[in-house]
């Protein structure tokens, strides 16, 4: 059955509910949020005379729920115009609306006979074959079936989308006993394309799969702190970014969340897993029992395992809590040779096994943690999950763990961990030592460019299923890089299109990285069709190496930063004036020199959170590589199309000068850095490659032809630069910015008006990037642009001086 989801109801506004909300808004779909009707009148509305028969009260649950969640940062939007698929009301006056939906949600409190008493008015109102589903994070699905009509039954199924739903990407499918196998299959592709999440099939088990061994691993971590007299700062540090987790670890992560969330869904765990023998690492350490009694439970209650105040000086510090003695106290320094060792790895794989040779306390914790993670895991297979590769996709989408725990296992050598396992009281499941004794090493493997797993029932290695329209570059680099140097990679990625990788830190843009450019351009233009710019890496591009010009800037090297810059304006030029198609695949931070890339492209196709941006004002400069030109080129184009000059120009000077940077890759198009006609967006960032291929192989089947160079740039010169100067200087006379910023400013206009111009004129790119780079010259022998760039290099942040 063919399905199309134009319209979806969300029951219950709370923070899950709203947010949900917001995530089907932000994919183009309609929305009808409904809550509770206010029981009571405040005394200020009884004051007015107002009763519950006001429309407005009626919905004063849902629309206060809706606005807080609007505000809440990170954003749950793309972008502001998405708040309009919005429609609020209630559970009695709008319940029988849900006839017109295509999919009904249910979000309510998590409690069995509230989700029935919904579902009884659901089934009253709902178009029987529309899709109903419960966002439950651990009741039984097949208990909230019960007593449903027939229809119910076989479109009913668990859809729990993790907080917060717009950038947790795990979607977990739960079928309930009577679920049409047609209902199960469109969740796992309609998640997966159109919501861009990684959707998990389930069994009907508690908690699910990724709460099952997340709290396993959070509550097997807080009984460990105790054995091994670990400090609040040590777990953190040690369950870091450096083993490939979010950077708010452990305790971080649990003060956001909540401690009494956890508390809840690990009580949950130890009253329904009795038989389970991890049964009793879900029982709260004192500590944690003393923490709830105190109602410590982290941001909610202003203090958890961490508490922010207010220093003599009245700048704000975060101190951290002894588990010891129950004192809030300065966070301390942590050292550790195991730490120090990993920080020179790169790839995570092989820091994995640094930290499973370490010596010291870092070495122990990693050895103790994880075999015992290694021992869970592979018990519950089958109980959770038939196949491993779910148990990792569950972890890396739903907890940011970036390696799933089979992952790692296969990075430390499958043998080598059971043997560890096995010398500290671990022992792992039957399978997999069966698995070894038949000569297999590892849980994973690639051949051919296929990700393959170790299939326990067969015991064999099957594809990964829904990953036929993935390219993951690790699973082809080996055998399809046709040339490479220190910070790129060129690989065929087939149908005679090439793909550029970047993988220097950061993705930082050097002098390898324009090399490896100009080489795959050189390629592209001899033997294939076009070329795609992309990668498997947390960020496209953060920028040029400012490193590099910092140095070359203090030692007054003026030739050399002269002879970078022009090399990476001509590499921009190559990439839009080459004779093949070139699409940038732009995904999280695209910021500074990234950004001019995508400008120059002939399209980006963009990952749904991508934060692009030119940043260059905060290091003290202005875009170097194209991106001023490109801005007085498009200024240029909108005067052609009506716009009004002046505003043309101020908008544009706006979002460079104040380094504007989206938060999404919809406000990218919004702010001018992409185009509105080249709209292009992926949801799901593991399809990002393949699309921007599948675009890259349809500019060339409909004839890509070199463009040609531009001559046509209306500048504005004198007349545009008296606005500029202006605005600048009303801003720095409010004390809005500083005299550093308001000389960048003047000579960012400089740029953009074509220079001292007595008269509006028509100009040439080349003319452009000359003035472009003579400002961005000129900016680096100033003493306060170098101080800023040395913050940004030795403190990770901007200096306004």
Known sequence: MKRTIRKVAVLGSGIMGSRIACHFANIGA??????????????????????????????????????????????????????????????????????????????????????????DEVEKYRTPGTLISSNTSGIPIHLMAEGRSDDFRAHFCGTHFFNPPRYLRLLEIIPGPDTKQDVIDFHMHYG???????TVLCKDTPAFIANRVGVYSIMALLHLVDK??????????????????????????????????????????????????????FELPAYVKKMQENNWLGDKTQQGFYKKIKGADGKSEILALDLKTFEYKPQQKIKSQTLEATKAVENLRERMKVFAKGTDKAGDFFRTSFFGLFEYVSDRIPEISDELYRIDDAMRAGFGWELGPFEVWDALGVKEAVEGMNALGNQAAPWVQEMLEAGNTSFYKVENGVKKYYDIPTKSY?????????????????????????????????????????????????????????????????????????????????????????????????DEINIAIRMFQNAMMRVRYSSIPVVAA??????????????????????????????????????????????ALRISDEFKEGQIEQMALRDRFLTIGMAKVSTSGAEAYELGYLQKDKYSITMNRSRLIADAKEKAIELADAGYTKPVQRKDIRVLGKQGMGIVYAGANSMFAGNLISEHD????????????????????????????????????????????????????????????
């Open 462 to 558: 099957l594809p990964v299923p829904g990953t036929d329209d993935f390219i993951v570059l690790d699973n082809i680099r080996d055998s399809k890089t046709i040339w490479k140097n220190s910070g790129t990679s060129i690989i065929d990625l087939g149908d005679g299109i090439l793909n550029l990788e970047i993988h220097t830190k950061m993705n930082t843009i050097g002098g390898e990285v324009i090399q490896g450019l100009n080489k795959a351009i050189d390629l592209a233009e001899k033997d294939y069709r076009g070329l795609v710019i992309g990668n498997d890496g947390a960020n496209f591009s953060a920028g040029a190496n400012i490193g590099m010009i910092f140095m070359a800037a203090v030692e007054q090297d003026w």
């Open 228 to 281: 091994m007299d670990l400090t609040v700062e040590e777990v953190d540090k040690y369950t870091g970014p450096a083993l490939g987790r979010p950077k708010s670890a452990t305790f971080r992560t649990t003060d956001v969340v909540g401690l009494d969330t956890m508390i809840n869904v690990a009580g949950g765990l130890y009253s329904n897993l009795p038989d389970d023998k991890a049964h009793d690492l």
């Open 586 to 631: 732009a995904h999280n931070l695209t910021l500074g020199g990234g950004c001019e890339l995508c400008l120059h492209a002939d399209h980006v196709q963009t990952n749904a959170e991508t934060y692009m941006g030119l940043v260059e004002f905060g290091v003290g400069l202005i875009p170097g590589g194209g991106g001023s030109k490109e801005f």
């Open 30 to 119: 309609e929305v009808l949020l409904l809550d509770m009707v206010p029981k009571d009148l405040t005394e200020e509305e009884k004051a007015k005379g107002l009763s519950l028969d006001n429309k407005v009260l009626r919905n004063k649950i849902v629309n206060t729920a809706l606005e807080s969640t609007l505000k809440s940062n990170p954003s749950p939007i793309f972008s502001k115009k998405v708040i309009s698929n919005i429609t609020t009301g209630n559970f009695q006056d709008n319940m029988k609306d849900i006839a017109g939906c295509d999919w009904v949600i249910e979000v309510v409190v998590e409690r069995l006979d509230i989700k029935k008493l919904i579902y």
């Open 192 to 198: 997966d394309k159109f919501l861009g999440k990684t």
């Open 742 to 801: 308001k000389k960048i400013s003047e000579k960012l206009g400089y740029v953009l008006c074509g220079g001292d111009l007595s008269a509006p004129t028509l100009v040439t790119e080349q003319y452009l990037l000359d003035l472009e780079r003579e400002v961005f010259l000129s900016l680096c022998g100033e003493k306060k642009t170098l101080e800023r760039i040395q913050s940004i290099l030795t403190k990770g942040k901007p200096l306004r001086n």
